[in-house]
């Protein structure tokens, strides 16, 4: 969806992140946007579509 977005979480923001965008089969009504930092992984994930959800990432220990 996007390749150099912006994730503000409470461990730090992130520019340059990549965005996908997810939905399953099982919950059709719900599209979901994930948010991925170069040399971390998965940082933030947003319900965008059936939902207000957020996670995002507070900690982070590479090599844990």
Same mark, same amino acid.
């Given at each position: 969806?996007? *390749? $150099?977005? !912006? &994730?503000?979480?409470? @461990? %730090?923001? @992130? $520019?340059?992140?990549? +965005? !996908?965008?997810?939905?399953?089969? *099982? ?7 994930? @948010?991925? &930092?170069?040399?971390?992984? *998965? +940082?933030?994930? %947003? *319900? +965008?579509?059936?939902?207000? $959800?957020?996670? +995002?990432? !507070?900690?982070? %220990?590479?090599? $844990?």
């Amino acid at each position: 969806v996007d *390749l $150099s977005s !912006t &994730a503000r979480t409470p @461990f %730090r923001t @992130f $520019s340059g992140t990549l +965005v !996908t965008q997810d939905w399953s089969p *099982l919950e059709p009504k719900q599209i979901e946007d994930k @948010f991925y &930092a170069s040399g971390v992984g *998965l +940082v933030m994930e %947003r *319900l +965008v579509k059936g939902g207000t $959800s957020t996670n +995002v990432l !507070t900690d982070y %220990r590479p090599g $844990s």
